[in-house]
């Protein structure tokens, strides 16, 4: 999410440049070598360090896929996430919701609205006939850098500064 700033200047109305994001989060799918892959639906999202309301920041799923079993319909594999607040999302999300990622790394914006604070970032990832897995890596606001890393869905999850 960007956020513009708009300003007055002698009755003409400026946009300023879209503010900064507060740092960058890279998620790599790794490339796995089985007889059918299939590419992992993820969620990517922030919620405060002692519990509250979470913030998705990502969504990659089959977003072109509808009819009889749109690919929303596999949503719910992302337990946690789904629990978290998934369900309730309108979808598709304005600037959250994408297609799934082919094996490599991806990065992803932290919004620059995040106030100062303890969080945590959770990146969640299913694959049909795959598995489930969930990474979750300390944040901390101004972002100081993290990594973590999964065991099989996901490889790295790194937290970068601005």
Same mark, same amino acid.
């Given at each position: 999410m960007r956020i513009l700033s708009l300003a007055v200047l002698g009755g003409a109305t400026v946009a300023a440049a879209p503010a900064p994001p507060a740092g960058t989060i890279t998620?790599?799918?790794p490339r796995l070598s089985v007889a059918e892959y299939h590419r992992p639906y993820v969620a990517v999202w922030v919620e405060p360090a002692g519990g509250g309301a979470a913030r998705t920041l990502a969504l990659w799923y089959d977003v072109r896929k509808s009819g009889a079993e749109p690919g929303t319909k596999w949503l719910a594999d992302l337990r946690a996430w789904w /629990?978290?607040?998934g369900r309730g999302l309108k979808l598709p999300a304005d600037g959250v919701s994408g297609?799934? /990622?082919a094996p490599g790394a991806h990065t992803?914006?932290?919004?620059?609205d995040l106030r100062p604070g303890s969080y945590v970032l959770n990146v969640e990832a299913a694959r049909e006939?795959?598995?489930?897995?969930?990474v979750?890596?300390?944040l901390?606001?101004?972002v100081r850098a993290a990594r973590a890393s999964g065991s099989h869905e996901l490889g790295a999850v790194t937290l970068a500064a601005r």
């Open positions: 998620v790599t799918v /629990r978290k607040g297609a799934t /990622r992803i914006p932290l919004p620059a006939t795959g598995g489930r897995e969930l979750q890596v300390p901390t606001v101004p």
